[in-house]
Each structure stands twice: as C-alpha cells, then as structure tokens.
C-alpha cells in the first residue's frame, strides 16, 4: 500500500475514533443509572423482560415478550402511571412496538435531548388507545439497588419456566435457602378453567392422580384470583359420603376440618391477574411441609413426577363451599385436560419462547344486546377495567364492569341511563372518550351527548340505531371523564334487519337489499349458491349495463368494483371511477355477498359512470350474473358468466315492490293492435266519411260514418277487455291508462251527442241557440277523442316499452308516426278538393264539420240505419185530403 493512502486509512481511522469518544461522552456513559436493572411489571397486555441501563441514552430489553400493539405503542416517558401523568407523557423511543416480541434482547436508544432524569417511569404505552402495556420505575434508583430483589422482581417474573401444552405453562422460582418455592400458572383459557400444578405421590410404579399433592388456581365469579392446596383420593369431584368422610379432588381443608393450627393448606397467593385472555396466578408453598398427610416432599435437585391440569371449574354453593375442579379419568375429555411430565426444578433454563396468544383475548363481562330490552347504565368502582390505567369510576350495564357490548346492524339499542348527571353517554369512534376535542383529537358520536344523562329515579332513555355503516368497533363512553366505557362489537346480523327492502330476483338465485337515505342509496346482493364472484346490473340485459361485481380473493379478502359494460367480450367491460363507498365483501359458505353505497346522481360529467342515475320514482331493472373468478385486472373468458338471470326484474324503489320483466304477452299485442285499427282507421276514417263524402249522391256519407264510428268504439271496448282480463284488473297507474280513459270517455259521447241532438229550423230559418251548442260540442268532443286516442296509441308503445324492454317499439313507434303523417296528409289532399268543389259552387254550402248540412233533412236519426224520410212524409195525415173546388168566374 503506497504511504499516502496509508496515511490516509489512520486519518480516517483516528477522526472515527474521536467521533466514537465524543458520542460516548455526550451520551452521558457515567450516569448513575448505568448498570440499573428492572423487571418489567405487566399490566394490560402480555409484556415481560427485564431493563438494563446501559448509559445515559441508551438501554436494553432483555427476554421481551410482547404481543404487538397499534402502530401508535412505544417505549414512553412519564411522571407516573396513573392516566393523567400517562397523558402528559411523550415518546422515550421512536421504534414503534407494533409486532409480537417473542423472548428477544434488544437495544433502544432515548430520542434527542432525553436523558434518564427526565423518565421517571419507563412504560409500554399507546397514546391513542391510552393503553398501558408495562412499566418500570427509574425514579429514585440507582445502580446498587440491581442487587436487592425487591427492586429487580416483579410479580409475573420468575427464573424458570417449562412449556407444559401450546396452551399451558408452568413459571418457577427456587428459594433452597428458605424452603419454597414461588410457582406461576399460565393458560390461554377462559376465566371459567381453573389451573391445577402438583407432585404426583412418590413411589408409584406408574404416575396416578391419586395421592397427587396439588394447588387448584382460578378466578372467583367477582375476578379475583385465588390458590389453594388440594388432594386427590378419587378419580370425582369432591364428594361427602354417608359416613362423614369425603373424598375426590378435595382441598386439604376439607380432609382435616378440626384442624385449627393452619398448617394443611399450605399454598399462599401472590398475584393473579388475566390479560388478553390468558390466566395468570402466583403462589409459593414449602418444598418440604410439615403436613405428611396431605402435602408431597420436593426435592428440588432430582427429577420428580408433576402433574397439570386445566379444566372447568364449578363455584361454591351453600352444600359445599369451595371450587370443584372437574376431572376424569381419560386426558382430554370435554372441559377438562391433564398428563404427566418429568421436573427438575434447579433447572433454570427458559423453556418458554414469546408471550401465550389466546385466541379470545375479550375474556371481560359480555353483553350481547337484544330488541327491545333495555340496558340499564349506572357508575361504580373500578374493580377490574380492561384497559388501565383508568380512573377511579367506570360505567357499569346492567350491573357489569365495563362489559364489552355486542350489537347487530339494524337492530335498535335501547340504553336506560341511570349513570349521575356528571356522566352523560354518548357512542363514540374515540377508544378513550370524554369528549376528544378536549385532547385536540377528532372522533365522530353516532348517539348520545349532553342530554343523554339521568339518575334512578328518573332515568334517561337513549335509542341508537346501528346501520351498514356503522365501523365494526365503536366505544361507549361518558362525555366529561375518560376511559369510563369501554368496546362495542357491531356484527352484521341478518341483511334484512340491516336493510328496509328486499327482493328476489329472477330464478330466486340473487336477493337484492336496499335502503334510500337522503341522497345516496346502500345496495346489498347475496348469492343463494357457491360462486366464485357475484355480479348485479342494471339494465334490461349485461350488454350496456352499470354492473356492480363483487368476489374474495385467494389471500381471503373481499373486493367491489364498478363497471361498464359495451359488449359481450372481456375487453368491453370497463372498470368505472363511480364514487362507491363502504364496500365490503364476503362469502358465507361459498356464496358471496357484498354491500356498497353510492349516490342517486353521480356528481361527475363527461364520463360514462356519470349517467348511472338512479331515480327512485322510476323503476330500476336489476339483473345478476355469476361465475367461477373474477379479478382486478384485464379479464378473460375465464371471467364469463357460467349463470345468468333470464329477464330483468323491475324494482320500485320507493314502495319496496318488484315485478318480472316479461316478454310482451300475446293478449297484450293484440289489444294493442285492436286500438290501432280503432283509433288509427276506423274513427279518421268515420271521420271523413262526414267531412268529405257528402257531395255523393244517396246516403253514402252517413252510412259510412255511422258503420265505422260504431265499429271504431266496438273495438275499442273490446281491446280494453283483453287488456283488463290478461292484467287482471285495471289501474290507472300509469299515463297511458289514464289518457285511454280520456280518449275512450270522449269516444263514449259521440253517440249519446247524436241521439240528443236537436232539431234544425224549417225553411232555411237560422239555428236555434240548442242546435248551434250541439254542434260545436260535437266537433269538440270528436277531435278531442281523436287527439286524445292518438296520443294514447303513442304513450301505450312507451308503456310497452319500460315494461317489457321490447326491442322492436322504436320501430313499432316510427311506422306509428308514419301512418299519422299520411292520415294526415290524405286529409290535407281531401280537404283542398273540397274546398275546390265549394268554389266551383259543388258543394254548396256544405262543409262544415257537423253531421248534417243545410240541405239534409233534420229528421234524419244518426242511430238509426233505415231511409231517410222527408219531414212532410212523416207528418202527413193518414186520411185523405178533402179538396175543395169552386167554379171558375169569369
């Protein structure tokens, strides 16, 4: 190496050093913490080690056991470990304790600026939740005081433990020297199991439960932990015999009841506590003890036969007024479990790896809530809260200590509020309540506030409502104290408590849920079979549909997404940006359900999603589809349908009804088709027949018109009989009922204005007033028929149309509009030869739209069919006329 570079390596090597010397002395490595070590003293979660100071910024976690927290949880600084102090606290480290921990030995560095006096106590802590995991107090303490057992010990820190079952666990520590032994029992059980740990009677040719000397643990029904000496002479509960003696698993009180010295039970509690669902109790006994009848000698240099128990324990009652732990003779029968292991109790190795991890870890009072029955709320001491620290009153409901409540979406709560006037209630997303505006931390109240307060006397009722929207865990909580509630589990129950409207769809293979509120809709489908996704669309077909898709994914998790679809390919249909919120998606049993909420009227423009409106006066066609996968990306053949909805079903949002779309039934195209001939033939035909013909000689006009009108209103009547018969009934619903009956009523008058019509004047008088009032109002009413049977024929192809999606009604609709065009224009052509005729002096003075003309003879009867009589036939005398001659003067 040339001496430059060499030089250069020590310049390096000596500035390195120098910054590894000013690092150490500004991190104050003679502070007189260094060296102090602690053990950690758990208090809600599992968390065990044991602290080291290493120097003035920096320390290490020996044998860390932790479950993990939020992403919020570190190591924190704080004058003490009551709430107030907590909240005041700050962050001692910035690495998060957010995983499980599993008996590791770590190093953690204080942030900038800290140094040990300023942390009192070091805790495991998480600001959000106010959660306190564990702690140590450094205040005070000084390096000498590593060596007193009083300062280093902690009530769930021994020196050993044996891992007995995945479940179970055995924590020693051995005083030779004092002739115990502090034992701890560890189980991922529920608060109902007791624990048992004990010798098996030496001697035996094969390990028996029988003369075994044991300790049964556990918990009272009030929570707290107890531990007492027990003996087996049989294979039962404990039992009284006949005789007066008892035998079973029996505690040794019971065996020796004159004893009055106190030396038969022989096992002392320590601690006991349960967290995240695990039971946790401490006691010691006498290796040797001076009671040989009931009591096994430990040796705790040599290998003994232990035996473990877990099982259900049954409370005292008024006949026996001690804990009967269940047993039976075979290992792993329902409720109970127990076995043989080999111990040497001066082995001090930890045989124990990460903290117990229960399944169940809310083990606290439950509450699961039921329709119209009321949860009573008071105050009371806080005993046994599931999240310390915590204040001195909590909330309790019906008589329980801050119990966990579970509620279903849907189903109304019904709160009665006895709980003071300082302690109003309220339903909160904050886990710490009493109001988080006071901690500048935001948190939305779904129920409850100011006025949600009462006492027993006159108590306060409060009704919350939980809905598809509501998060899956919110808190109860007072809204002037913190951390006096605690959880509420909000579950789904069934969709149609969660949804006020519900339909099957077509086959019965879909149900479609719905709720209108406000402006937005919340939409639920369900799958009545397996499938690998589920689809719903709506439109009359999958092609130029908005369909809603919803499917799990191999990793378990549930997905929505909004699409157009243009074609029948995998290529046409195209994912949408539509503003859906609270999705979620699921499968019960392989059949997928999935929910969402979306507005009535996308707030967008310009892309296609933007015209997905839903208008609830207007019936929605829904239609599903199924199939084996789905996914995010491009899709495939593999993503078809293999099951479809035949026909749409429409869905009246706002009354909750649906009905089938169903192809145009017969009897309807022919009562559609019997009004075209009735309004789009007959009566125009009748019509001009009146209007145009009248320069024929005879009667032609009248016959035709007669003929025709009577025709035109026969098939009227008749087509409005099968439509009726085939709907059975009639409403008038719809706008094309309701223009038909106008159009038919008018129709209806035409020949009741003919048989009341008045008589015309004789010998060209002018009209009387009657006859010039019944011929307007006959021209009014015929061509408002006419208009109104037009407009009819045109409103019944729309009708046809939203009703049964008929693709051929824009044509049917077009040749409508063309043969109006060519009526009319026959008219036009009609109307102007007429008006030629009358110029020519043909006509006359006929024209005018009546029935008759100046020159008809008024007593013609339109509803009669027979010759047309002149007036002076008719009231000619039947006798013969006298004539009178004169003679002729000249």
């Keep these: 190496m040339a001496p430059a570079a060499l030089r250069l390596l020590l310049a390096i090597l000596c500035l390195g050093s120098r910054l590894a010397r000013a690092a150490a002395a500004g991190c104050g490595s003679n502070t007189s913490l260094a060296g102090y070590k602690a053990d950690l003293r758990m208090s809600q979660h599992q968390l065990r080690g044991r602290v080291e100071v290493l120097d003035g910024c920096s320390f290490r976690v020996a044998a860390l056991d932790l479950l993990p927290g939020s992403t919020s949880t570190r190591w924190w600084r704080a004058d003490g470990t009551d709430l107030d102090s907590l909240s005041r606290g700050e962050p001692a480290a910035a690495e998060p304790l957010d995983r499980t921990f599993r008996s590791e030995s770590l190093v953690f560095r204080l942030l900038p600026g800290l140094s040990w006096p300023l942390v009192p106590v070091l805790a495991a802590f998480d600001p959000v939740t106010s959660s306190l995991f564990g702690f140590v107090r450094l205040s005070g303490a000084n390096a000498s005081d590593s060596s007193s057992s009083s300062a280093a010990s902690a009530p769930t820190m021994l020196d050993s433990c044996a891992q007995l079952s995945p479940r179970f666990r055995v924590r020693w520590t051995l005083h030779e020297a004092n002739n115990s032994i502090d034992i701890a029992l560890e189980a991922a059980v529920g608060s109902e199991y007791y624990m048992a740990f004990g010798w098996a009677k030496p001697g035996a040719a094969k390990p028996s439960v029988i003369g075994a000397d044991l300790a049964v643990s556990g918990f009272t029904e009030d929570g707290l932990p107890f531990a007492e000496d027990y003996y087996v002479t049989k294979y039962s509960e404990c039992l009284l015999r006949k005789d007066g003696l008892v035998e079973g698993v029996c505690p040794d009180t019971i065996y020796d009841r004159d004893n009055t010295t106190g030396l038969v039970n022989n096992t002392r509690l320590v601690y006991g506590h349960r967290r995240d669902g695990v039971s946790f109790v401490r006691f010691s006994r006498p290796l040797v003890s001076e009671d040989k009848r009931y009591d096994v000698s430990v040796d705790g240099t040599r290998n003994m036969t232990v035996i473990w128990a877990i099982g259900l324990l049954r409370p005292p009652d008024s006949l026996r007024p001690y804990y009967l732990p269940l047993m039976s003779r075979r290992s792993g029968s329902p409720g109970t479990a127990f076995t043989f292991a080999k111990l040497n109790l001066s082995d001090a190795s930890n045989g124990c790896v990460g903290p117990l991890d229960a ?134 129950g069934g969709l149609s408590d969660m949804y006020n409207n519900s339909v099957l769809l077509d086959d019965q293979q879909v149900t479609f849920f719905w709720t209108l509120s406000g402006d937005s809709i919340n939409i639920a489908a369900r799958g009545e079979k397996k499938s690998g996704y589920l689809a719903i669309g709506f439109g009359s077909a999958m092609v130029n549909s908005y369909a809603y898709v919803g499917w799990v994914d191999g990793n378990g998790k549930g997905h929505v997404k909004s699409y157009w679809i243009d074609g029948k390919d995998g290529m046409s249909v195209h994912e949408t940006h539509e503003n859906v919120t609270h999705k979620r998606c699921r499968s019960e049993n392989g059949a997928v359900v999935f929910e969402f909420t979306r507005p009535l009227t996308p707030s967008c423009s310009g892309r296609v999603e933007c015209k997905n409106i ?124 309701r223009i038909g009956a106008v159009a038919l009523t008018f129709a209806s008058m035409q020949p009741i204005n003919a048989y009341l019509r008045p008589h015309r004047t004789e010998n060209g008088e002018s009209l009387p007033g009657n006859r010039v009032v019944w011929e307007y109002l006959h021209v009014l009413t015929g061509r408002s028929a006419a208009l109104a049977g037009t407009v009819a024929l045109f409103t019944g192809l729309q009708h046809l149309g939203h009703r049964y999606g008929s693709k051929t009604i824009k044509g049917l609709t077009c040749g409508l509009i063309l043969w109006v065009i060519s009526v009319t224009l026959v008219t036009a052509y009609l109307e102007y030869m007429a008006i030629k005729r009358r110029t020519a002096g043909a006509d006359g003075p006929s024209g005018k739209w009546v029935l008759g003309s100046s020159e008809e003879d008024d007593t013609v009867d339109l509803l009669q069919s027979d010759r047309v009589v002149s007036k002076m036939e008719s009231n000619s005398s039947p006798e013969p006329m006298e004539v009178q001659l004169e003679p002729l003067k000249r």
């Design 614 to 737: 839903i208008d609830p006066t207007t019936p929605l066609k829904v239609i599903w589809a199924m199939g084996a996968q789905w996914s995010p990306g491009p899709l495939s053949l593999k993503n078809m349908h293999s099951d479809t909805s035949n026909r749409p079903i429409r869905i009246l949002l706002l009354s909750g009804l649906a009905e089938a779309v169903e192809d145009l039934r017969p009897v309807l195209a022919v009562h559609g088709f019997m009004m075209f001939v009735a309004w789009a033939i007959l009566l125009p035909g009748g019509i001009m027949a009146a209007r145009y013909l009248k320069h024929l000689k005879g009667e032609v006009w009248f016959q035709a018109h007669t003929y025709l009108q009577y025709s035109s209103i026969a098939v009227m009547f008749l087509g409005v009989l099968f439509a009726v018969a085939e709907l059975r009934g009639f409403s008038f619903k719809s706008r094309h009922a």
């Design 359 to 492: 399944e169940d870890k809310e083990d606290q009072a439950r509450i699961t809530t039921e329709r119209n029955t009321p949860l009573v709320v008071t105050v009371g001491p806080a005993l046994h809260y599931p999240n310390p620290p915590n204040p001195d009153k909590v909330l309790y409901i019906n008589k329980k200590e801050a119990p966990l409540l579970k509620v279903e979406r849907g189903v109304p709560v019904t709160f009665s509020i006895e709980a003071g006037h300082d302690a109003p209630l309220y339903i909160t997303s904050d886990p710490v309540g009493g109001n988080a505006t006071f901690r500048n931390a935001s948190e939305i109240i779904y129920a409850g506030g100011p006025k949600a307060e009462g006492v027993p006397a006159t108590p306060t009722e409060l009704v919350w409502l939980p809905d598809r929207n509501t998060p899956d865990q919110v808190y109860y909580q007072s809204l002037y104290d913190p951390k006096m509630g605690w959880k509420i589990q909000v579950v789904d």
